[in-house]
T-cell receptor, first 113, second 111 residues
Framework: GQSLEQPSEVTAVEGAIVQINCTYQTSGFYGLSWYQQHDGGAPTFLSYNALDGLEETGRFSSFLSRSDSYGYLLLQELQMKDSASYFCAVFSYSGAGSYQLTFGKGTKLSVIP | NAGVTQTPKFRVLKTGQSMTLLCAQDMNHEYMYWYRQDPGMGLRLIHYSVGEGTTAKGEVPDGYNVSRLKKQNFLLGLESAAPSQTSVYFC???WGTGELFFGEGSRLTVL
């Protein structure tokens, strides 16, 4: 089966940097995705890492180490609007030529003034 | 600019009633997914489809059925609703990568 671990809550100050870690155990691993979800809204895609290393998209960066089964999402220059839940998700091969995305339980980020 | 559309957005059912949630996407995606989201549980995969006419079970398939008769539509059915199926249901579609496009969600309450 699949399992993902990420902190349930994180609090950070506006303008600061925060890192949300994710460790996973899975078979058929292809990549690690990150999603953002505001209260009452739908999840929206942030990033996808298939290879080891850091991917940067504006204020957000995502890192993957396949050998350590570990990744993180880095948010810089935090803004109040970044207060949301962040989910890591493992993209994996599920057999018969198909793939699925399995989500962690999410990290609720609160940005305070 | 519709993307992924779910209907209905809200529904209240009595235990034992049946209903169908409809998901439609206009991006010509091969993959479509149904997830449910409960407080503190993240998103759990119910069923998914890798193309027209195909379906596969996810993590929590019991009590649900699905059909993908047309590429753009993915239906989720509850034959006999139970209070444990009270949840927010999200449909998503993709090209078969880790980037999913989600609908706005359907909030279902079973009394």
């Amino acid at each position: 089966g699949q399992s993902l671990e990420q902190p349930s809550e994180v609090t950070a100050v506006e303008g600061a940097i925060v890192q949300i870690n994710c460790t996973y155990q899975t078979s058929g691993f292809y990549g690690l995705s990150w999603y953002q979800q505001h209260d009452g809204g739908a999840p929206t895609f942030l990033s996808y890492n298939a290879l080891d290393g850091l991917e940067e998209t504006g204020r957000f960066s995502s890192f993957l180490s396949r050998s350590d089964s570990y990744g993180y999402l880095l948010l810089q220059e935090l803004q109040m609007k970044d207060s949301a839940s962040y989910f890591c998700a493992v993209f994996s091969y599920s057999g018969a030529g198909s793939y699925q995305l399995t989500f962690g339980k999410g990290t609720k980020l609160s940005v305070i003034p | 600019n519709a993307g992924v559309t779910q209907t209905p957005k809200f529904r209240v059912l009595k235990t034992g009633q049946s209903m169908t949630l409809l998901c439609a996407q206009d991006m010509n995606h091969e993959y479509m997914y149904w997830y449910r989201q409960d407080p503190g549980m993240g998103l759990r995969l119910i069923h998914y489809s890798v193309g027209e006419g195909t379906t596969a079970k996810g993590e929590v398939p019991d009590g649900y059925n699905v059909s993908r008769l047309k590429k753009q539509n993915f239906l989720l059915g509850l034959e006999s609703a139970a209070p444990s199926q009270t949840s927010v249901y999200f449909c998503a579609s993709s090209w078969g990568t880790g980037e999913l496009f989600f609908g706005e969600g359907s909030r279902l309450t079973v009394l």
